[in-house]
């Protein structure tokens, strides 16, 4: 059993920065990877970057590889994204998501073992 809980989120104009948290509680080691994805109106969730607790390797979706930067802090069990240079297409709900196996580009949403409730980021143009 694992709680993700997001923050962060909120309404900022084109080209600001925002950073995401996700604080997980319960059982969080360093096995789990953690990730981020997220779900625009009237569009599927997709994968946003992902991050190895074990080696710290991570992961980006091509829209998305310079602009954001996922990192972590294992001591305070954190995950965190860096977005930068925000775009009006980056509009979406964010959802934290950790999994015991590797999160790769191409993890299917099946196999995420927890998600967060999701933290709403509006970026206006």
């Known amino acids: 059993q694992v709680q993700l809980v997001e923050s962060g989120g909120g309404l900022v104009q084109a080209g600001d920065s925002l950073r995401l948290s996700c604080a997980a509680s319960g059982r969080t080691f360093s096995m789990y990877a953690g990730g981020w994805f997220r779900q625009a109106p009237g569009k599927e969730r997709e994968f946003v970057a992902a991050?190895?607790?074990?080696?710290?390797?991570?992961y980006y979706a091509d829209s998305v590889k310079g602009r954001f930067t996922i990192s972590r802090d294992n001591a305070k069990n954190m995950v965190y994204l860096q977005m930068n240079s925000l775009k009006p297409e980056d509009t979406a709900v964010y959802y934290c998501?950790?999994?015991?196996?590797?999160?790769?580009?191409?993890?299917?949403?099946?196999?995420?073992?927890?998600w967060g409730k999701g933290t709403l980021v509006t970026v206006s143009s």
């Open positions: 998501a950790a999994r015991r196996n590797p999160i790769l580009t191409t993890t299917p949403m099946s196999a995420i073992d927890y």
């Open positions: 991050i190895s607790w074990s080696l710290g390797t991570t």
